[in-house]
């Protein structure tokens, strides 16, 4: 993990971040972590740099052993109706409003902060550099993982189960054969195309 400086010493400080922001389908999944110093968690990275064994792994350990943990999300509606850049961070917002012990500091991953009240710093590539927004990113991408193999059972033929939603070549030709679900993100351009497509006939 690249080494990180911040102003925040304490023992309250909350990482967050956010999965889902390129899919065509399903919500934007974000958790927040405050990490016990007295338990520390070994392996932490960028979940996208861990093995999905290693993830899964990992959420089991963050659940046992940090001081609060919460997860939370924006629902494809809202994606929709506020873009996706928004609903991420009003996730990330829910997120941290949702953790049972409430953080002195939030680390944020990426560039931008929600409109909160919290003492927080933007950290980008924060999934690499601060341990509690690692753990962050490993529940939020656990968690939408699982969600979007459980719609592959609903909506078979997407391949659901293998992308988690982004726009694969695979995932482009069944929109085109199948058509639009109600996971889809209708403001999304391959999405809005084969809509707009539709209301032609």
Known sequence: MEPFISSYKGDLGAGVDEVGRGPLAGDVVTAAVILDPNNPI???????????????????????????FSIARASVQEIDEINILQASLLAMK?????????????????????????????????????A???????????????????FDALYPGYGLAGHKGYPTKVHIQALDELGVTPIHRRSFGPVKAKLEQISLF
Request: hydrophobic share 40%; charged share 35%.
């Open 42 to 68: 070994e392996g932490l990275n960028d979940s996208k740099k861990l093995t999905e064994k290693k993830r899964e792994y990992l959420f089991d350990e963050i659940c046992k052993k940090a001081l609060s």
């Open 94 to 130: 829910r997120a941290i409003e949702g953790l049972p012990v409430q953080p002195e500091h939030v680390w944020v991953d990426g560039n931008k902060i929600p409109r909160w009240s919290y003492s927080a710093e933007a950290v980008v590539k924060g999934d690499s550099r601060v």
């Open 132 to 150: 509690a927004i690692s753990a962050a990113s490993i529940l939020a991408k656990v968690t939408r993982d699982r969600e979007m193999v459980a």
